[in-house]
């Protein structure tokens, strides 16, 4: 019974700490966005992983693009993001976004590239957060009866 009293304070507090860390990846894209300047890249290579942990092993596929910084020299990044079917194909021209001073830590230009990595915990947070609280203020109430 003494579980049941504590899950609804561990739902809460992971929500809430989805949410806060959500909200802090947020303020970092919207910040690398602010500095970043734009330019085409150029899909080279594919990388496939497979997932260990799953039974079926499926295998997840990793844009790697090319592109010239705005001092001449060509970097070379992998994408944060992987899919299975691939989202992209070799040669295949992209946008992307760099801080000139870090032309190492580009990113595809992309909606999920870009902002799936918060929604998702957000999402997540969001829900943990709504059924520890609810469950909380359903106790209190019934307390007061």
Do not use: H
């Not at 304070?9 to 970092?28: E, N």
């Not at 295998?59 to 001092?71: L, R």
């Not at 990595?117 to 969001?126: D, E, H």
């Amino acid at each position: 019974m003494k579980e049941r009293k504590f899950i609804k304070y561990i739902f809460t507090i992971i929500g809430a700490g989805m949410l806060m860390g959500a909200f802090f990846m947020y303020k970092d894209t919207n910040e690398f966005i602010a500095n970043s300047i734009e330019t085409k890249g150029t899909v080279v290579q594919l990388l496939e992983s497979r997932s260990s942990k799953s039974s079926n092993k499926s295998i997840m596929y990793t844009p790697v693009v090319q592109f010239i910084d705005t001092k001449g020299k060509q970097m070379e990044f992998s994408s944060s993001t992987s899919s299975n079917p691939p989202k992209y194909s070799i040669n295949e021209k992209v946008v992307v976004i760099y801080i000139p001073e870090s032309p190492n830590k580009a990113k595809i230009k992309s909606f999920f590239g870009l902002w799936g990595v918060i929604i998702i915990p957000g999402i997540f947070g969001l829900v943990f957060f709504i059924i520890g609280g609810r469950i909380i203020i359903a106790t209190r109430k019934k307390l007061k009866v």
